[in-house]
């Protein structure tokens, strides 16, 4: 089946770090890979996605790239900032750009704290 | 165009009552989507609708839960005899034939006591 493993939070960096989180995927067929976000009290948000082997996806300073090799889809950010605190969540869709009739199967979220 | 609605925002039931979130698409979306999210854990795959059909059910949907999309625009899902193990926030995500991603709902948090 499907599943998505990402890095184990919470990760508390102080503001201007660089940020990595880790996310690695299986998957029956080729997938569509996809950064959310969610504040607090929100829905999950689309950060940024990729769909095929070596895209890069960016947004908002964000970004990841396919790597289809060691099946990651690692997100990073060069300098953080507060207002990124949230939940990440990596996911995977099969099916297209991400229109999978199962729809998307998602990590377990990792909650970002980022100090002043 | 408002995004996609879900109604309430919050509920709270005690074990044995029925219940029923509202979930408004945005209206050129054909494909609708319901998730569950429990704390700590990412959304899980509840049932997909391609118009007004029900396409697709995780085995998560036991037979007290029950969605439907009349005529293809809003859909409901409903939950009968809840169990304090129904507590979660419900989301609900459209899409236009999967192009573009998908779009989500701020999610009814059901509290169930």
């Known amino acids: 089946g499907n599943s998505v493993t990402q890095m184990e939070g919470p990760v508390t960096l102080s503001e201007e770090a660089f940020l990595t989180i880790n996310c690695t995927y299986t998957?029956?067929?080729?997938?569509?890979l996809f950064w959310y976000v969610q504040y607090p009290g929100e829905g999950l948000q689309l950060l940024l996605k990729a769909t095929k082997a070596d895209d890069k996806g960016s947004n908002k300073g964000f970004e990841a790239t396919y790597r289809k090799e060691t099946t990651s889809f690692h997100l990073e950010k060069g300098s953080v900032q507060v207002s990124d605190s949230a939940v990440y969540f990596c996911?995977?869709?099969?099916?297209?750009?991400?229109?999978?009739?199962?729809?998307?199967?998602f990590g377990k979220g990792t909650h970002l704290i980022i100090q002043p | 165009d408002t995004g996609v609605s879900q109604n309430p925002r919050h509920k709270i039931t005690k074990r044995g009552q029925n219940v029923t979130f509202r979930c408004d698409p945005i209206s050129e979306h054909n494909r609708l989507y319901w998730y569950r999210q429990t704390l700590g854990q990412g959304p899980e795959f509840l049932t997909y609708f391609q118009n007004e059909a029900q396409l697709e059910k995780s085995r998560l949907l036991s037979d007290r839960f029950s969605a439907e999309r009349p005529k293809g625009s809003f859909s409901t899902l409903e939950i009968q005899r809840t169990e304090q193990g129904d507590s979660a926030m419900y989301l609900c995500?459209?899409?236009?034939?999967?192009?573009?991603?998908?779009?989500f709902g701020s999610g009814t948090r059901l509290t169930v006591v």
């Open positions: 998957a029956t067929g080729y997938p569509s």
């Open positions: 995500a459209s899409s236009l034939d999967g192009f573009g991603g998908y779009t």
């Open positions: 996911a995977l869709s099969v099916g297209g750009s991400g229109g999978g009739a199962d729809g998307l199967t």
